[in-house]
């Protein structure tokens, strides 16, 4: 049975890959997004050569706008909530708008589904960033990673909140009205708290998206700025992968409403943000890649891995995509889209 899906952010880097994949498997889409993030008008732009002019909906709008987004929820099936503010430095220093986009923002596409005939399934995404600093878990340096000494698996979720910076706030205020409008609306929602993604369409830049970022600043020659001694370890996660557990959460709704799942590459897919991933994408690229060194930035965990076991045991997901076969597809698809990068 086909279903209407409204994507919120669905001109960015995880929306247009998830739009593509809805429309190629014959679901109805409308995307929601204030085109104002770079590479949105191109993302829109493929969706429309792939597709066709008339494949899905374009509602040009902020989900800050009460009305519009009530509107654009109606009749809607499923919602997957990808919009907003998205980088820890931008809501340094516009804590205003961060807050506006993420909480309230949030907060009115909630309502917009509580009041609405259809009562839509709504996945939303959250971040690692709800769990904070985490400067009380005991950390072991390495000559190129740091590494727990407790959580061998990666962080639960049952792991205390500490939400850490501006943008940690929006963001769990948004997870925690979620989690809650599941237990006291019944409405149908879900929780991802990703760690970082990465793929083809990703308009990387140096506050949001590190990996693309680098991939894309190597292969045009932008200068690259490494913040910490570059031992700072994160679990990686290739966008197909993060489409195969929006799709299980879907499919799995009856089962999964109202939980919240830590999704990323888990341990089996961590890098170090340069003493590993400098060296594996210099191999990949044949080259040698100059760097410049900054002092660590606010909220920056020294490590990050998820503990994906629930997510296993409940959506029956893992990984597929192996970190250099991941970073491998996204050079291709950067080399071959550089007109697109200057």
Known sequence: ???????????????????????????????????????????IQWLRETHGEHAFTLVIGDIIDEN?????????????????????TTSVNQPRMDFESNAIGTFNLLEAARISDSRPIILYSSTNKVYGGMETVRVVEEKTRYRYADYPLGVPETYPLDFHSPYGCSKGTGDQYMRDYARIYGLRTVVFRQSCIYGPRQFGIEDQGWLAWFVIAAIIGKSITIYGNGKQVRDVLYIEDLMDVFDAGVEKIDKVSGEIFNIGGGPENTLSVWQEFGPMLERQLG????????????????????????????????????????????????????????
Not at 19 to 29: A, I, M, P, S, Y
Not at 71 to 86: K, P, W, Y
Request: glycine content about 8%; charged content about 25%.
């Open 68 to 88: 519009l987004i009530r509107e654009a929820v109606r009749d809607i099936d499923v919602v997957v909530h990808l919009a907003g503010q998205v980088a820890v």
């Open 1 to 43: 049975m086909t279903r209407h899906f409204l994507i919120t952010g669905g001109a960015g880097f995880i929306g247009s890959n998830y739009v593509n994949r809805l429309l190629t498997r014959g679901e109805q889409v409308t995307i929601f997004d204030n085109l104002s993030r770079k590479g949105a008008a191109n993302n």
């Open 287 to 342: 080259k040698s890649i100059p760097t410049k060194w900054g002092e660590w930035r606010p909220g920056d965990q020294s490590i990050y891995v998820s503990d994906i076991r629930k997510a296993e045991r409940e959506l029956s997901w893992r990984p597929q995509t192996k970190v250099e076969d991941g970073i491998a597809k996204l050079i291709q698809w950067v080399m071959a889209n550089r007109d697109l990068f200057h």
